[in-house]
């Protein structure tokens, strides 16, 4: 005679065994974000330092990408490229997963006066000069998109030390679009633009 099990518990089993299989995963993503990450870009990736970004809440096609980039040189940094070095395939991914998981703390703009023209500009660009708006690729919320970074939150400092990447040519990879964006914005545009990005929760 023949044994018959249940779908429910076939079901289950299955669900039991992925998640016995994903939770080693997890915890070998967080290891290392606490080994190496938590430093700079704190333990949930709320980092606490405003030239450091926050990685809490990222998009996680973005944020592979940019691990990548730094390993491969794509993306300069004197701080990243020597970390990323060491790390496989693997662990870019499961951290990227890791980081996008993490629950996004509020943002602080240091300058609330600002944000009635950077949310002008974020909403509608400037016609003027050729400024496309910030929410066709990062979304109304700033939460971003698939390889469009989320930009609620970010730190005002952050967020204008990558301005001047791109407008110098210093930042090469992502969108050719941001570098044209931060060659036409002045810097009284690029300082209204990341307050008001900060200001988004």
Same mark, same amino acid.
């Given at each position: 005679?023949?044994?018959?099990?249940?779908?429910?518990?076939?079901? *289950?089993? @299955?669900?039991?065994?992925?998640?016995?299989?994903? %939770?080693? !995963?997890?915890?070998? &993503?967080? %290891?290392?974000?606490?080994?190496? @990450?938590?430093? @700079? +870009?704190?333990?949930?990736?709320?980092?606490?330092?405003?030239? *450091? =970004?926050?990685?809490?809440?990222?998009q996680k096609v973005y944020l592979l990408r940019e691990l990548k980039?730094?390993?491969?040189?794509?993306?300069?940094?004197?701080? #990243?490229?020597?970390?990323?070095?060491?790390?496989?395939?693997?662990?870019?991914?499961?951290? %990227?997963? *890791?980081? &996008?998981?993490?629950?996004?703390?509020?943002?602080?703009?240091?300058?609330?006066?600002?944000? $009635? !023209?950077?949310?002008?500009?974020?909403?509608?660009?400037?016609?003027?000069?050729?400024? =496309?708006? @910030?929410? $066709?690729? +990062?979304?109304?919320?700033?939460?971003?998109?698939?390889?469009f970074p989320r930009v609620a939150g970010q730190h005002v400092d952050?967020?204008?030390?990558?301005? /001047?990447?791109?407008?110098?040519?210093? /930042?090469?990879?992502?969108? /050719?679009? #941001?570098?044209? !964006?931060?060659?036409? #914005?002045?810097?009284?545009?690029? /300082? &209204?633009? &990341?307050?008001?990005?900060?200001s988004m929760p």
């Open positions: 005679m023949k044994s018959f099990t249940p779908k429910p518990l076939i079901a *289950f089993a @299955c669900l039991a065994l992925s998640a016995v299989i994903a %939770a080693p !995963v997890q915890a070998d &993503a967080e %290891a290392i974000a606490n080994e190496m @990450c938590a430093g @700079c +870009h704190g333990a949930d990736g709320n980092s606490m330092v405003p030239g *450091f =970004p926050k990685l809490a809440g990222q980039d730094y390993r491969s040189g794509k993306r300069v940094s004197e701080i #990243m490229a020597p970390l990323v070095s060491t790390l496989s395939d693997q662990d870019v991914a499961d951290l %990227a997963d *890791f980081y &996008a998981k993490q629950k996004p703390a509020p943002g602080v703009a240091g300058n609330p006066a600002l944000l $009635s !023209v950077g949310k002008n500009l974020y909403l509608k660009g400037n016609s003027n000069t050729d400024v =496309p708006s @910030c929410d $066709s690729c +990062h979304e109304e919320d700033g939460s971003g998109s698939g390889k952050y967020a204008l030390d990558q301005f /001047r990447l791109y407008a110098t040519g210093k /930042r090469t990879n992502g969108s /050719r679009v #941001m570098q044209a !964006v931060a060659n036409r #914005m002045s810097e009284e545009e690029t /300082r &209204a633009v &990341a307050e008001y990005m900060a």
